[in-house]
């Protein structure tokens, strides 16, 4: 690679860099004024210069599932700690010329934490053993392999072994309550015996609910019924 094609690059991750402070921080900022932001409980990977890891944020009353924006900057004095969901004063400046060409143009720093609670939705991250469905034990003997699934709330994914195919599917809506489960993909393996398997597809469709309990996970439908019962795994 020669030295006009490396100028080339940094010039261009220059230029991400700043498009990029300038459209994902907290929208509509007035120097020198405040601003109220929610903060997630994880941070996730990201682009600016060079790969790192982001904050992220939101601007509501309440918090939004997928309204996230990645955060390129730092708020200072706020001492973050991952699992738990912050609501935040934040005072907004302009930083003086000249800016450094890897700094945002905005200095965020932190007035108040108005909030700070722990993110519950983070409970059901884990791997489970299917042992209920609809109130009915979910029998195994030696031969068979047990129904696990593995949930992922920071990735908002799932998947798991339902008794012939494997499932693979994404968490579309997650808070500390209600959960929602897109309808999921499958390998195309025939078996003799479908009926667990089509049994837990169509309830995984009718999920809304969900509690953590007692090392259990109990997925329930709007009006709170079980559908299917886990236990957590070792």
Partial sequence: MNRTTNLNLYLASILFWGIACQNNQVTQVIPGGEKVLWVN??????QGVGPMSCLQTQESDEIEFG?????????EGFDYQPGYLY???????????????DACSLIYSLVEIIEKKPDF??????????????DELVEHDQYSKALVFEM???DRNFFGYA?????????????????????????MMACPEMLTESKVVDLL????KYDVADLRLILQDESGKK????????
């Fill in 41 to 46: 409980s994880y941070k996730v990977d990201c």
């Fill in 67 to 75: 309204d996230w924006k990645n955060f390129y900057s730092n708020i």
């Fill in 87 to 101: 609501r935040l004063k934040v005072n907004v400046t302009q930083r003086e010329a000249p800016i450094p060409a």
């Fill in 121 to 134: 939705s983070l409970r059901i991250t884990d791997i489970w053993k299917l042992i209920e469905i609809e």
């Fill in 152 to 154: 992922n709330a920071r």
């Fill in 163 to 187: 008794g012939c195919n494997n499932l693979r599917g994404q968490i579309v809506d997650l808070d500390e309550r209600n959960i929602k489960f897109s309808s999921p993909a499958s390998t």
């Fill in 205 to 208: 469709k009718e999920v809304r």
């Fill in 227 to 234: 559908l299917l019962t886990f236990m957590k795994v070792d």
